[in-house]
């Protein structure tokens, strides 16, 4: 069993895998909270006028959805890097700066889901609405009620982006250890060195505590319909 301990404490101790684990779920937590915010509002207007070039705006956003996260990562990169636009913020190779490539990342996701979502369903509530006499403000409401199950589909989506996510994190982190090194940049460096066994039961833990996080989740889910059906 020492021996076990031992193994344990020296290959975590070596890659840095506890403080990974904290600024992993720090960058991906903050990095979906900040896309949510802007994602969800962003799809809902796209969906919701009809202005010029709404098409050409559509398509560009299903582009940046699949857009190759290292591009985002050089991007971001250049931008906060001492001569870019933002280096005076000093973001680069600090989580900060991985949230700030994150975002980048995620939000299109997330406005991308929540429109195709409303194109299917906001109509239809919008015209319920209006017969039942509701004003904008309820309107809204009312959508976004009855979009939540979506919603929160497309913001856990994001979220297994986030701390999946290895090129823009490593390009703009600099995968420090103890400070901006993640579980995935971790166990980049692991297979790097050829030392698979421990890559491998590092990933189990990223999926055990992704695996946790959705039953925390859905839990929480299963509370809020049990309180409105009661």
Not at 10 to 29: D, H, K, L, P, Y
Not at 32 to 61: C, D, Q, W, Y
Not at 155 to 183: D, H, P, Q, W
Not at 203 to 208: D, Q, W
Request: with cysteine.
């Amino acid at each position: 069993m020492n021996a076990i301990e031992q193994w344990i404490n020296e290959t975590f101790s070596n890659v840095g895998v506890f403080s990974s684990i904290q600024v992993t779920f720090q960058m991906a937590v903050c990095s979906t909270a900040v896309s949510a915010l802007l994602g969800i509002p962003l799809g809902l207007l796209l969906e919701k006028h009809r202005f010029p070039g709404k098409r050409i705006l559509v398509r560009m956003n299903r582009t940046l959805m699949g857009v190759p996260p290292v591009v985002i990562g050089l991007l971001v990169y250049m931008l906060l890097m001492r001569r870019g636009p933002l280096g005076a913020f000093r973001w680069l190779f600090t989580i900060k700066g991985m949230v700030l490539a994150q975002t980048l990342i995620i939000t299109p996701i997330i406005c991308g889901m929540v429109y195709s979502y409303a194109v299917r369903t906001a109509p239809a509530i919008r015209n319920f609405a209006v017969t039942m006499g509701a004003d904008p403000m309820q309107t809204n409401w009312l959508m976004l009620r009855e979009m939540k199950n979506e919603i929160y589909f497309a913001i856990l989506s994001g979220f297994g982006r986030s701390i999946s996510e290895v090129g823009a994190v490593m390009l703009v982190g600099g995968n420090i250890k103890g400070n901006t090194r993640t579980m995935t940049t971790a166990i980049s460096l692991l297979k790097s060195q050829g030392i698979f066994t421990e890559g491998v039961a590092l990933g189990l833990i990223l999926l055990l505590m992704a695996f946790l996080l959705q039953c925390l989740a859905d839990f929480f889910r299963k509370e809020e319909i049990s309180v409105e059906n009661d």
